[in-house]
Nanobody, 116 residues
Framework: QVQLVESGGGLVQAGGSLRLSCAASGSIFSISTMGWYRQAPGKQREVVASITPGGYTNYADSVKGRFTISRDNAKNTVYLQMNSLKPEDTAVYYC??????????WGQGTQVTVSS
């Protein structure tokens, strides 16, 4: 089965930056739209960014202009560059296939904590 491993989270002050990475196993990564999701305590998981195999991107309104999703198919990795971080960005961040038909079990994610 496909495995996804997130990394790069941490504690950062408001206005700071982090770059998250998601390393994928398997052969379907390069033909799949990938998404970054986040879940804050007491809130539902939400999609914050997605990227198609060809590099077309979409963003949640809450992160537009601040976050950039990218991918390196040769490395089976998707990234999330997070700039101008706000306390409300605090959450556990996950990556997964955007398509519900390809979605795999949620991993442990990576914690992003933004202090004010």
């Amino acid at each position: 089965q496909v495995q996804l491993v997130e990394s790069g989270g941490g504690l950062v002050q408001a206005g700071g930056s982090l770059r998250l990475s998601c390393a994928a196993s398997g052969s379907i990564f390069s033909i799949s739209t990938m998404g970054w999701y986040r879940q804050a305590p007491g809130k539902q998981r939400e999609v914050v960014a997605s990227i198609t195999p060809g590099g077309y991107t979409n963003y949640a309104d809450s992160v537009k202009g601040r976050f950039t999703i990218s991918r390196d198919n040769a490395k089976n990795t998707v990234y999330l560059q997070m700039n101008s971080l706000k306390p409300e960005d605090t959450a556990v961040y996950y990556c997964n296939f955007l398509s519900p038909q390809r979605r795999v079990s949620w991993g442990q994610g990576t914690q992003v904590t933004v202090s004010s």
